[in-house]
Nanobody, 127 residues
């Protein structure tokens, strides 16, 4: 079973918006969802997986990559074990597979610091 499942990807024209969702799937985790910092990454064909955004347990602290700052917004709903990525003003270069990730306690921006991953959802932005 995959602990995290992303949804909400699809095809959108440049300038449009999408909201991605990520939910814990399968058996409950051994820790409360609020113990985890949650992040979003993406990977385009032939490129390294790229950090996008991360949010702390309460939503009071966020960090964004420069490439998406001002366009993307990360949020969470601990009552639903959900994390979201609102993506606005999408560009063709945003086309990638988007991944949800989690790690205990402190926020991080490096892929290796996240221990839980979803399998990704495809986002395609046309010109």
């Amino acid at each position: 079973q995959v602990p995290l499942v992303e949804s909400g990807g699809g095809l959108v024209q440049a300038g449009g918006s999408l909201r991605l969702s990520c939910v814990h799937s399968g058996r409950p985790s051994g820790r409360p969802f609020s113990n985890y910092a949650m992040g979003w990454f993406r990977q385009a064909p032939g490129k390294e997986r790229e950090f996008l955004a991360v949010i702390n347990w309460s939503g009071s602290s966020t960090v964004y990559a420069d490439s998406v700052k001002g366009r993307f917004t990360i949020s969470r709903d601990n009552a639903k074990d959900m994390v979201y990525l609102q993506m606005n003003t999408l560009k063709p270069e945003d086309t990638a597979v988007y991944y949800c990730a989690g790690r205990l306690f402190k926020i991080a921006t490096v892929q290796a610091d996240f221990s839980s991953w979803g399998q990704g959802t495809q986002v395609t932005v046309s010109s």
